[in-house]
């Protein structure tokens, strides 16, 4: 008698209502990956009787003539949009709904997002139809939508509308000197919106764009706004001068000792991110910050497998940072402290070590599946290629059918 096999399925939407039993019998098990399951009376009553475990969002009881539609990135419903028939729909990025798209909705049985939603308050009767595996904001129906980060530039008071009503997701930003913000308090312009950074010399007058509740960032006055992250050399502080307002982290890289001296005052937002051998002469630059992250001098990213060995970090006395890799082998001659102090490893599968080496290593890992003082499984490092012996590891290790697609008719 030949030996059973598993059946998995991964989609955004499966149809069941069609399950054809005899079809799916030889199999001992069967695993459905799904955000949302179609099915109907005859269907539930075909899983109760099959070894089916199904990982959901959602299953809809459907009858009737149904369209699934699947839309890797942006999609927009509005006003002139039109389902002809009942519609699921299912969104791999980020859906924006949009006033006067009620009858549009009427058709639509269920909405899965996995990415963000943006919905006018109006559309509030219909969010029981929509899953979001992410982000979702109800927009005031009064706003106008503008980007997430807004910069005002000089054109804009010629452009904004009387009474005008604005929503920015994150912040608006208000920088330019030679913006007239007379003109807009004249037109009675509005920001609705988390978070308002603008320049000490301008806030007196900008600050009636926006409400009480919103955050509120101050440029000093005298200060250069660098806007979001930054790297500290010599090209930044010839750009922008010596007081810098830093919207974001800024990072040291080797050489950026010798920009120290040439500093008056820094503000940054974010985190300052350098080498453990920078930090005491960088306390000595007046700088307010989140907080101080130490990296590692050398990157390996986006590997099947890494092997680390001791010379390997003996001859990187700034460490060794590995990043978005599949497997991770510290050779057995490599002294737990020599770990502890250059070694980082972040967002990796699996590490293989040995049993001394292991409390070292959960020091310095992050975000990895597991971490394992077992010997690695043979085929991992065949010669004839890392991925490749990675693949038959995986091959070998189930008998199993697997099926990736957006929709699947089961």
Do not use: W
Not at 80 to 108: P, W, Y
Not at 124 to 135: C, I, K, S, T, Y
Not at 255 to 282: M, T
């Amino acid at each position: 008698m030949s030996e059973k096999k598993k059946f998995i399925l991964n989609c955004d939407v499966c149809d069941a209502r069609k399950i054809k039993e005899e079809s799916l019998a030889e199999y001992e098990q069967i695993i459905i990956n799904a955000d949302i399951i179609l099915v109907d009376e005859y269907s539930r009553d075909v899983f109760h009787r099959l070894p089916i475990m199904c990982n959901a969002d959602e299953m809809v009881d459907v009858e009737g003539d149904v369209a699934v539609v699947c839309s890797n990135g942006n999609y927009e419903i509005g006003s002139d949009t039109a389902f002809q028939k009942k519609t699921v729909l299912c969104v791999n990025g980020r859906l924006a709904i949009h006033s006067g798209a009620e009858k549009a909705m009427e058709n639509v049985l269920k909405i899965c997002v996995n990415g963000s939603a943006r919905y006018p308050e109006s559309m509030a009767p219909f969010l029981d139809r929509m899953l979001v595996n992410g982000e979702a904001r109800c927009i005031p129906d009064d706003c106008i939508e503008l980007k997430s980060i807004f910069v005002i530039d000089k054109y804009f008071p010629l452009r904004a509308r009387q009474d005008g009503k604005y929503y920015v997701e994150h912040k608006v930003v208000l920088t330019d000197r030679d913006v007239d913000v007379t003109a807009l308090t004249d037109k009675n312009v509005h920001f609705v919106t988390k978070h308002f950074l603008v320049r000490e010399e301008l806030a007196p007058q900008a600050i009636v764009l926006v409400e009480e509740s919103v955050e509120l960032d101050v440029v000093p006055e005298g200060f250069a706004y660098v806007r979001e992250e930054a790297v500290l050399n010599e090209a930044l502080v010839n750009k922008y001068g010596t007081k810098m307002y830093i919207d974001g982290d800024l990072t040291l890289t080797d050489g950026s000792e010798r920009c120290f001296d040439k500093i008056e005052k820094l503000v940054i937002k974010g985190d300052v991110l350098l080498l453990k051998r920078q930090s005491e002469d960088f306390a000595r630059v007046d700088a307010s910050y989140r907080k101080l992250v130490f990296t590692k001098g050398r990157h390996i990213s986006t590997k099947a497998l890494i092997v680390v060995d001791e010379r390997m970090l003996e001859t990187a006395p700034d460490g060794v940072e590995i990043v978005n890799s599949a497997m991770v082998k510290v050779e057995k001659d490599v002294d737990p402290e020599l770990i502890i102090e250059r070694l980082s490893v972040k967002n990796c599968a699996q590490v293989f070590c040995s049993k001394e080496q292991k409390s070292a290593l959960h020091l310095v890992c992050k975000n990895v599946a597991k971490i394992s003082d077992e010997e690695m499984p043979s085929g991992a490092e065949e010669e004839d290629g890392e991925a490749d012996g990675i693949l038959r590891m995986l091959k070998k290790a189930a008998n199993c059918k697997v099926v990736n697609a957006d929709t699947y008719l089961l």
